[in-house]
């Protein structure tokens, strides 16, 4: 029986953790709280990533370790100040015990978001936090740790909340209210299911092993916010909801004087012009396609009307 760790218990980490569990693989998921999925084969220990010995003793005998770990704050200054650290402890303790790293990534380092982005595209942009994604992944090209970096537009799916496509806009079709978005509701934009995201770091494990790979998850061709929205009511057989763009420079304008509102509007642009992301030679190499529209929805729905207390759609009765 093969052993993975997985650092953090987000969607992300809880989700990697579940699916190496139900293929038979051990885990042992490392949180500071020891939460994690419930399952004979995962062993959860509470466990700081910057305490870098109980880190190395944790990483001890695993096949790979799945960084997903996250700040604290959705904020540069947390950012810059929490996560090189944690990433310098993870690669320096599992290339002690032959580890390969696998973490889950953006698409903010990447140069010139108005051109679709793919695997080759450029990854050199600067400044606030598309900055610090930047230099997370030049540290791990320079790390002598074998690395993989699987890169994910925004998240929707079983457990996700702080996105875009989660509790800013599922609650809200279930309950028939307006949604208000950030840019243009019509705006071509790529949402990648997180399952697919965690079928896809698992998969990186079993390639050819490289000091460096930046791979794509599997994601469904383009949609807008808007036609999202319209899936998950089709699903939960409701209406459709009712949608208003907020323009990117009111979201910056408010950012003056909201720090939240700061941090949002500088990634704003993600929605004010189309944000695509291709990723088919990455499907290739690792023999996965994105799971279908209508399924991932039924199953994101299902997850949420366990969480809000809400009666199951005809659909999926």
Same mark, same amino acid.
């Given at each position: 029986?093969?052993?993975?760790?997985?650092?953090?218990?987000?969607?992300?980490?809880?989700? @990697?953790?579940?699916?190496?569990?139900?293929?038979?693989?051990?885990?042992? %998921?490392?949180?500071?709280?020891?939460?994690?999925?419930? $399952?004979?084969?995962?062993?959860? &220990?509470?466990?700081?990533?910057? *305490?870098?010995?109980?880190?190395?003793?944790?990483?001890?005998?695993?096949?790979? @370790?799945?960084?997903?770990?996250?700040?604290?704050?959705?904020?540069?200054? !947390?950012?810059?100040?929490?996560?090189?650290?944690?990433?310098?402890?993870?690669?320096?303790?599992?290339?002690? $015990?032959?580890?390969?790293?696998?973490?889950?990534?953006?698409?903010?380092?990447?140069?010139?978001?108005?051109? #679709? +982005?793919? /695997?080759?595209?450029?990854?050199?942009?600067?400044?606030?936090?598309?900055?610090?994604?930047?230099?997370?992944?030049?540290?791990? !090209?320079?790390?002598?740790? *074998?690395?993989?970096?699987?890169?994910?537009? *925004?998240?929707?799916?079983?457990?996700?909340?702080?996105? $875009?496509?989660?509790?800013?806009?599922?609650?809200?079709?279930?309950?028939? &209210?307006? %949604?208000?978005? %950030?840019?243009?509701? *019509?705006?071509?934009?790529?949402?990648?299911?997180?399952?697919?995201?965690?079928?896809?770091? %698992?998969?990186?494990?079993?390639? =050819?092993?490289?000091?460096? &790979?930046?791979? $794509?998850?599997?994601?469904?061709?383009?949609?807008?916010?808007?036609?999202?929205?319209?899936?998950?009511?089709? /699903?939960?057989?409701?209406?459709?909801?009712?949608?208003?763009?907020?323009?990117?420079?009111?979201?910056?304008?408010?950012?003056?004087?909201?720090?939240?509102?700061?941090?949002?509007?500088?990634?704003?642009?993600?929605?004010?012009?189309?944000? #695509? +992301?291709?990723?088919?030679?990455?499907? /290739?190499?690792?023999?996965?396609?994105?799971?279908?529209?209508?399924?991932?929805?039924?199953?994101?729905?299902?997850?949420? &009307?366990?969480?809000?207390?809400?009666? =199951?759609?005809?659909?999926?009765?």
């Amino acid at each position: 029986m093969t052993l993975y760790v997985v650092t953090g218990a987000g969607p992300v980490g809880w989700t @990697v953790a579940g699916q190496l569990a139900e293929r038979g693989d051990s885990v042992r %998921i490392l949180t500071r709280s020891g939460s994690g999925p419930d $399952h004979p084969l995962i062993e959860k &220990r509470r466990v700081d990533a910057s *305490d870098a010995a109980a880190l190395t003793a944790a990483v001890a005998g695993s096949e790979a @370790v799945f960084h997903c770990i996250h700040g604290s704050a959705y904020t540069a200054a !947390a950012w810059q100040r929490e996560l090189p650290a944690a990433e310098a402890a993870v690669l320096d303790a599992a290339g002690r $015990h032959g580890a390969v790293v696998v973490f889950p990534e953006s698409l903010y380092s990447y140069s010139r978001p108005e051109q #679709v +982005m793919a /695997e080759d595209s450029e990854r050199a942009a600067d400044g606030g936090k598309r900055g610090v994604r930047t230099a997370l992944l030049a540290a791990r !090209a320079a790390s002598a740790t *074998d690395t993989v970096s699987v890169v994910a537009a *925004d998240f929707f799916g079983p457990r996700v909340r702080l996105s $875009h496509a989660g509790e800013r806009m599922v609650p809200a079709v279930l309950r028939g &209210r307006r %949604i208000q978005v %950030i840019g243009g509701p *019509d705006v071509p934009h790529s949402f990648t299911y997180v399952p697919d995201l965690a079928a896809a770091m %698992i998969a990186a494990v079993a390639l =050819a092993r490289k000091r460096d &790979r930046v791979l $794509h998850a599997p994601t469904l061709p383009a949609l807008t916010q808007r036609r999202l929205a319209e899936a998950f009511a089709e /699903e939960a057989g409701v209406a459709a909801p009712r949608l208003t763009g907020t323009p990117g420079r009111l979201v910056r304008a408010l950012g003056v004087v909201l720090p939240s509102m700061r941090e949002i509007g500088e990634m704003s642009y993600q929605f004010e012009r189309p944000f #695509v +992301m291709d990723s088919a030679a990455s499907e /290739e190499v690792l023999a996965l396609a994105p799971t279908p529209l209508a399924d991932a929805v039924a199953e994101t729905l299902r997850w949420w &009307r366990g969480e809000l207390g809400a009666p =199951a759609s005809p659909a999926s009765a």
